[in-house]
């Protein structure tokens, strides 16, 4: 028993580790400058959570100090205009930060009606919680999580244990 429990935990483990490949470190820095002209929180101060669900994913952006009202603010606010925007089709911000070749990207543009992007305020944060019914753009969604999750390794965690969905705090 032991041991089947070893093993599995093992190929979880080796599963996970090839979801999200090692970033170069140049690229977490390429990565991190073009994002301080999108985001307008500070990265040292938020933690990105990206959870992969059976319909699409939830991203959420929440304030390591749950009462820095200000990283707070300026999250709520990036996340609403990125909601806004992704329902239109508008993915410049993360074209911007991560490149025109960024995985799941061009199908989550060209996908307008059929995604949805649900934006919820979060006590520490907020949330977009990305929904659809086609198991392509599902999977789009998960590759799309998977990039933030390599290009934001030094301020992004997968969801799971991490995950403040319901307004709780960290």
Do not use: C, W
């Not at 993915?91 to 990207?105: A, C, K, W």
């Not at 979060?122 to 990039?147: P, W």
């Amino acid at each position: 028993m032991k041991k089947t429990l070893l093993l599995t935990a093992l190929l979880l483990a080796v599963s996970a580790a090839r979801a999200i490949p090692p970033v170069d470190p140049a690229r977490l820095d390429e990565v991190q400058e073009r994002g301080s002209h999108v985001m307008p929180f500070d990265l040292e101060k938020t933690l990105h959570i990206f959870n992969k669900t059976d319909t699409g994913g939830i991203q959420q952006v929440i304030a390591k100090d749950g009462e820095d009202t200000d990283q707070i603010a300026l999250a709520r606010s990036h996340l609403a205009q990125l909601a806004a925007g992704f329902a239109k089709g508008d993915f410049s911000g993360p074209r911007r930060i991560h490149g025109d070749d960024m995985p799941g990207l061009k199908a989550l543009a060209s996908a307008a009606g059929k995604v949805s992007f649900a934006y919820r305020d979060l006590s520490n944060g907020a949330e977009i919680e990305y929904r659809s019914e086609d198991k392509q753009l599902v999977e789009a969604v998960h590759s799309y999580f998977d990039a933030q999750l390599s290009d934001h390794a030094r301020h992004a965690v997968p969801g799971g244990q991490h995950m403040h969905h319901g307004h709780h705090q960290p």
